[in-house]
């Protein structure tokens, strides 16, 4: 199956699953391939969620930024802080544009000569979400100062 064609069937599989979870969600069409672009609603801050199905690389990621930049001067906590998060889970990551203290979660699921199932996106959905509203609190309270990096980590590790 040419990439292209295989694009657009797991773009039309992440429609369905999304569907089938009652979310709602705008899509765009590509030159490379598509994106989806949803939100959820967590326990403190809402979470913007972009999953695109690249067609040349043949991956679906789903990249959602924080609504929040680290000032310089909280930077070096901010990306050690990520390391202890990143550290706590099994799929997914944070990252920071460090020059631009923009902090977002990723989760990347390759789909070369395999099609994924409604499941395996609900799956990404739902734990991306569940990673994003665990710290996106956490981290901007240490971001902001009003949280020390060893209670971000006590945090992180569970010890808290």
Known sequence: MAKADEARVVFNTLC?????????????????????????????????????????????????????????????????????????MLNGSFEMDYS???????IVIPYMDSMLSVEVFRYMIIISCQMIDKFNDKLQALAQGKMTLQQFREFADNKQ
Do not use: C, H
């Open 16 to 88: 369905r699953a999304l569907d089938n979870m009652q979310w709602k969600y705008d899509k765009e069409e590509r030159t490379d391939g598509y994106v989806v672009f949803t939100s959820a609603v967590g326990k403190d801050l809402t979470m913007k969620l972009a999953i695109t199905v690249d067609a040349d690389r043949q991956v679906v990621y789903l990249k959602s930024p924080m609504p929040f930049r680290v000032p310089q001067e909280m930077r070096d906590d901010v990306a050690k802080a990520l390391i202890f998060a990143n550290w706590s």
């Open 100 to 106: 631009g203290g923009l902090v977002s979660f990723k």
